[in-house]
């Protein structure tokens, strides 16, 4: 190995056997060779991501370099653990790091991100929508308290919620072996090669999610603020409301259209998330 490491031509040759073959051993490696090995695929296999995993003191220069260092907890030590990035007690444990922990996590935080850019996008455009309607004269319908908590305590916690409880498969009856894993109506590397895809699908459904903004804020806008400039909403004492009450309807309209979209989305309903749900819309 050191050899062939000497040489470009011979690099080459052993990038292209390691990707290309199922399984590749090298022996009686040292671990700067070990982290050689990692550093030569991450330099010539373009578009491809490294993980290394190990147990112990000499497999720590090669969990460094991986892009993805995962450590085993033995009884040689902890120090390949302390230097990686995720630790697991055995290693069989890895498929479900990476199949059940790994890729639920990147689709619920690419949801969470669209989230937080939409409903940024939709309490905006009906703010837009309004400052058309009034020549941009400044008027503000909403309290500048609402404005400052609209993204802090009204909209954020369900996307909380969602992170911590949604589980698109069930890895209690998935995840035990690799035969209950069989059983799953679509294979785990179908929807691991979907994750794959993950920033291409990330910018088709942040284009799709910014067309919903637009149109969210529009039917919003158009429903409550030209229903109370006609007198189609009248007051107690026969009036017609203020832009204040148009603020005020605007607001409770886009928190109910939030939770409503994150409650679609949610696919492991619960008693204790359908609890945290209702109270964080209320």
């Known amino acids: 190995m ?15 056997i390691a990707i290309t073959a199922h399984s590749v051993i090298l022996y009686r490696s040292s671990p ?18 490294t993980l290394a995993m190990g147990d112990g003191a000499n497999d720590v220069n090669m969990i460094i370099q991986a892009h993805v260092g ?6 040689e030590g902890n ?42 996008m939709i309490f905006s455009i009906c703010i837009f929508y309004l400052n058309l309607n009034n020549g941009f004269s400044g008027q503000q319908p909403i309290e500048s308290m609402v404005y400052a908590l ?22 209690h009856k998935y995840a035990n072996s690799y035969e209950d894993e069989l059983k799953m109506p679509y ?14 699908r990330f910018y088709i459904s942040f284009a799709a999610f910014v067309l919903f903004a637009f149109y969210t804020g529009a039917v919003i806008f158009i429903i ?14 026969g009036q017609t409301q203020d832009l204040f009450s ?31 749900w209702i109270v964080s819309m209320a």
């Not at 954020?156 to 698109?168: K, R």
């Not at 005020?248 to 939030?258: D, E, G």
């Open 2 to 16: 050191a050899r062939a490491l000497e040489k470009p031509e011979t690099c080459e040759m052993m990038t292209k």
């Open 150 to 171: 609209i993204n802090v305590n009204m909209t954020p916690l369900v996307i909380l919620f969602y992170i911590l409880f949604e589980v698109d498969l069930n890895n």
């Open 246 to 276: 148009y603020g005020v309807i605007t607001v409770m309209t886009f928190v109910v259209v939030h939770h409503v979209h994150v409650a679609f989305m949610m696919r492991s309903w619960t008693i204790v998330y359908a609890i945290l």
């Open 187 to 200: 294979s785990m590397s179908a929807l691991y090669k979907n994750t794959s895809v993950h920033m291409s």
């Open 70 to 75: 995962v450590g085993i907890l033995s009884k």
């Open 79 to 120: 120090q390949a653990s302390a230097f990686a990035d995720y630790s697991i007690p055995e290693y069989q444990h890895l498929r479900r790091l990476l199949f059940w922990h790994g890729r639920p996590f990147g689709e619920r935080l690419m949801n969470a991100v669209l989230w937080l850019v939409s409903n940024s």
């Open 224 to 237: 409550f603020y030209m229903g109370i400039s006609e007198g189609g909403i009248l007051g107690e004492n």
């Open 32 to 49: 700067s060779q070990k982290a050689d090995m990692v550093n030569l695929i991450k330099k010539n296999a373009k578009g491809m991501k």
